[in-house]
């Protein structure tokens, strides 16, 4: 079959490839619009015409996989940082504190004389294997209610007080029990303030569990404060070295991933019809009248006097049975 040798007109000039025009907007529209020229595109067997502002060159197509490949590369790293930034603040894997600050003397005092010799030993045992751990300095502070109530809106408040008071450093945890020892109802009171250094190792899950420890051993066992203050305590001095997880966050992963999913899927595969598109895609001339023709072998619709062969199967075109759209001058004179 014979194929074009080149072409141009004297009006026309002659056509090459363009270079450098990626950046050329390349607005498509069902509708006309000022400035673009109509084409058809041939998909599956129908044609769609379409409005275009710039002529789709493979240089243009190849510039724009260019774009294309780096915008997916910077986002994937995007979305990686953030993926790592999510899973890391789910992963709390404590240290031990320095003990670089001044008062680093682990004292329990027992201003109500609650403890007997025997449990201020294992307390203090037990403090002491804590700080050795932790590098923090736990300190037991028993009190009378007197001592706050009428001088303080809180417990808290007191415990505050006592700390910043008395150690200029992060690195103490302070907790204190205050009671008026009566015996048919006693009224109890217990608050823990410890350190903003101390945050890694006694987190808030960890701070929540020797909580409710307490509470249960003083409230539903009706343990004496020492067996319960110290099954809580060392139960939390078991565990806060470990390294723990915050599930929670997790959650947001898979929403991440298919956010990152649908974007490079519109990325890639969008940008991809887009390119089949205008690769299938013919350039019409403007005021010309153009016949639809269905293919005999295919039974594609196609335009008649611009393919050498159907452009959906590649058969070979029948030129037009009875000449009736055809009236240039050659045709008059054969
Ligand atoms: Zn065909």
Redesign the pocket.
Known sequence: MPHSSGGGSHGGGSHGGSHGSGSRGHRTSHTYFPGSTRYAYYHKGRIEYYYRDAEYTENDLKDKTKTRLITALVLAVFYAFFIIAIAGSTINIPRKLKMDYKDTSISISDGKELLSEDELVRIGDSFSEFQDKTGITPVLLIIDNSEWMGHYSSLENYAYEYYVQRWDDEKHWLIVYSTDSNQEWEDWHWEGMQGDDTDNILTTKRTNDFREAFQKGLLQDRQPFADSFLDAFNSLSDVCMEVSFEPMALIAIPFILLHATLFFYGLIFGAKKNEEKARNSVKLEKDVQYVEDT?K????L?IHGIHLS?P????TIDPLGEPINVTSPESLIR
């Open positions: 293919c072998w295919c039974g594609g196609y159907c959906h199967c590649g058969g």
